[in-house]
Each structure stands twice: as structure tokens, then as C-alpha cells.
T-cell receptor, first 118, second 113 residues
Framework: ETGVTQTPRHLVMGMTNKKSLKCEQH?????MYWYKQSAKKPLELMFV???????ENNSVPSRFSPECPNSSHLFLHLHTLQPEDSALYLC?????????????????FGPGTRLTVL | KQEVTQIPAALSVPEGENLVLNCSFT??????LQWFRQDPGKGLTSLLL?????REQTSGRLNASLDKSSGRSTLYIAASQPGDSATYLC????????????FGSGTRLQVQP
């Protein structure tokens, strides 16, 4: 596997279900991100994990719970979701800290998980 | 709060045309700007990244420019092809604080054969 992978690619769940999205990066990066892409809205950041910071978007409901066990893996645990949570969930990773000479911080994205909440 | 705007929202051109996509941002204190391509229902593919100290970057038929002081970037696509049809997204990273990108809403490009 190369780049950033996400599983599952498609997920349909009921409002009472509990599921998890998985992301894995094979790029040796040290920061990982969850973004949400809803229809006709810009991508919006949900969470960031890196050696320097864990950042949460305060507008993300508590029914979304991230977990980052190591620098290569990122999970998004879902429980009691609402139909409006249906979206494409994208994971990204980037490398090198700001301040290192030549650091690009270019972000690489996975293919996304298409989530439908019934 | 940084806001990113992309104009036009949609564009349809005949094959072979050169075209320009526009991106503007409200806060000029950026670390870099990245252009992505997204095919329907798919993830994002990074096209070009411009550091704040750079004026432009080129990759094949693509050329991206950055005017940080005026808060603008353009993506120039030369000799467009039907395979270029996709949504093009512009995103900026702040020069301090959070690592995350702020995205525009994208320009949906259709290249007619």
C-alpha cells in the first residue's frame, strides 16, 4: 500500500449504530487530519493530530470521536449519528514541522469514505 | 477568520482552450497555497503547492501563480483536454498556529470534446 488509504470506502448506517472509519498513511508523515465534505459546502476541518498539537474544530459534535494510536493510523469513531452527517469523510497526512528548512507541509489525501446515515 | 473564494463556480470550455481558474483569500498571512483536483465522489489529488515566498509553480500543462499581498492565486491550464474535467480546489495554510487547510468551494470544470 502506498499513500493514504481509508476503509471502508462506503458505509451505510442507522442512527443508532456505532461504526469506525480508519485511515492509514504510508508516507512517514507526522500529522494526520479528518475533513468533512458535505454537498455544496467547502471541505471543513474536523480534527488534527500531530506531535505538536491535537486540534478540534469546536463545531464538531461529540458523536464524532477521533483516535490516533500512532503517527500512521487515525480513526474516527461514530455513534448516534444524524442524517445530516451523511457526507464524504476525507483523511489527510502531512510531514515535517513548520520551521524546518525546505519543509513543505504538503497535504496528501486518501480516497475518502462515503457515509450515508439513514 | 480566513475565507477562500473561487471564481467561477463552474466552467465549460471546448477542448484545446487555455483557461484560468481564480482563487482569493482574505488573510494574506499564509504559509503556503495548494491546488487540488477532485473527481466526482473521489478524494483529492494534489496538483501544485506554492510556498508563500514563491510566485509560481509549474507542472506540465499547469501553472499556478501566487500574489500574497493581494490575496490571489490563479491556476492556468494550457491546451485543456476532456480528462481535465473535474473540480479544482484551492486551499491555504496559515503561517502560524493550525496546520489545517482552509478550502474554497471549488471550480467545477467541464472540457467538451
Amino acid at each position: 500500500e502506498t499513500g493514504v488509504t481509508q476503509t471502508p470506502r462506503h458505509l451505510v448506517m442507522g442512527m443508532t449504530n456505532k461504526k469506525s472509519l480508519k485511515c492509514e498513511q504510508h508516507l512517514g508523515h507526522n500529522a494526520m487530519y479528518w475533513y468533512k465534505q458535505s454537498a455544496k459546502k467547502p471541505l471543513e476541518l474536523m480534527f488534527v493530530y500531530s506531535l505538536e498539537e491535537r486540534v478540534e474544530n469546536n463545531s464538531v459534535p461529540s458523536r464524532f470521536s477521533p483516535e490516533c494510536p500512532n503517527s500512521s493510523h487515525l480513526f474516527l469513531h461514530l455513534h448516534t449519528l444524524q442524517p445530516e452527517d451523511s457526507a464524504l469523510y476525507l483523511c489527510a497526512s502531512s510531514g515535517a514541522s513548520i520551521g524546518l528548512a525546505g519543509a513543505y507541509n504538503e497535504q496528501f489525501f486518501g480516497p475518502g469514505t462515503r457515509l450515508t446515515v439513514l | 477568520k480566513q475565507e477562500v473564494t473561487q471564481i467561477p463556480a463552474a466552467l465549460s470550455v471546448p477542448e484545446g482552450e487555455n483557461l484560468v481558474l481564480n482563487c482569493s483569500f482574505t488573510d494574506s498571512a499564509i504559509y503556503n497555497l495548494q491546488w487540488f483536483r477532485q473527481d466526482p465522489g473521489k478524494g483529492l489529488t494534489s496538483l501544485l503547492l506554492i510556498q508563500s515566498s514563491q510566485r509560481e509553480q509549474t507542472s506540465g500543462r499547469l501553472n499556478a501563480s501566487l500574489d500574497k499581498s493581494s490575496g490571489r492565486s490563479t491556476l492556468y491550464i494550457a491546451a485543456s483536454q476532456p480528462g481535465d474535467s473535474a473540480t479544482y480546489l484551492c486551499a491555504v495554510k496559515a503561517s502560524t498556529g493550525r496546520r489545517a487547510l482552509t478550502f474554497g468551494s471549488g471550480t467545477r470544470l467541464q472540457v467538451q470534446p
